[in-house]
């Protein structure tokens, strides 16, 4: 269960940063991809750190997301042509 629950996890932090900013259907897809491997990333990484909650460690698992998807949506704008 806590594979799929860091999986989980970060996809649903992908849909909130959806939620809150505005974003065409590019960054959407961005926004998932990046909360689901900054979540993965985040546990592999520093999965001993921090309160675990159904076998995954909250604070890296939220913490991964949220700086690969502040990357994704940087990079995606700064290539976007204006």
């Known amino acids: 269960m806590g594979?799929?629950?860091?999986a989980i996890l970060?996809?649903?932090i992908g849909i909130v940063a959806n939620a809150v900013g505005a974003h065409g259907r590019r960054q959407t897809t961005i926004n998932l991809?990046?909360?689901?491997?900054?979540?993965l990333g985040g546990q592999l990484s520093f999965?001993?750190?921090?309160?675990?909650v159904?076998?995954?460690?909250?604070?890296?698992?939220?913490?991964?997301?949220?700086?690969?998807?502040?990357?994704?949506?940087?990079a995606a704008q700064a290539l976007q042509p204006q």
Do not use: N
């Open 3 to 6: 594979w799929i629950g860091v």
């Open 47 to 52: 999965g001993w750190f921090g309160p675990t």
């Open 54 to 74: 159904a076998g995954m460690t909250l604070l890296p698992v939220v913490s991964g997301a949220m700086i690969l998807i502040v990357i994704g949506t940087v």
């Open 33 to 39: 991809i990046a909360g689901l491997f900054g979540a």
């Open 10 to 12: 970060g996809l649903t």
